[in-house]
């Protein structure tokens, strides 16, 4: 009884150490890959917008490059004169 005991004792300290030797082994072989062993949380992939928001954007980005072109032509004026 003893026996099977320390035996199962044992066999879980042995379990415990392979599953450590093997973390260990991932890491240094991910280290030698990537130059790092640091663990690195990757962004989800984003949403795609819905269609209002698509037309929000591009409308907003309509009225940004005019008023670019608005002051790049108001600065071309005053540098001709």
Known sequence: MADSLLNAIFAVVD??????????????????????????????????????AQRALAEAEERERAREQSLQAASGTDQAS
């Open 15 to 52: 379990f415990v150490f392979d599953l450590s030797k093997a973390i260990d082994s991932t890491k240094r072989l991910s280290q030698q890959a990537t130059g790092s062993d640091k663990i690195v949380n990757v962004p989800p992939d984003p949403k795609p917008l819905p269609p209002a």
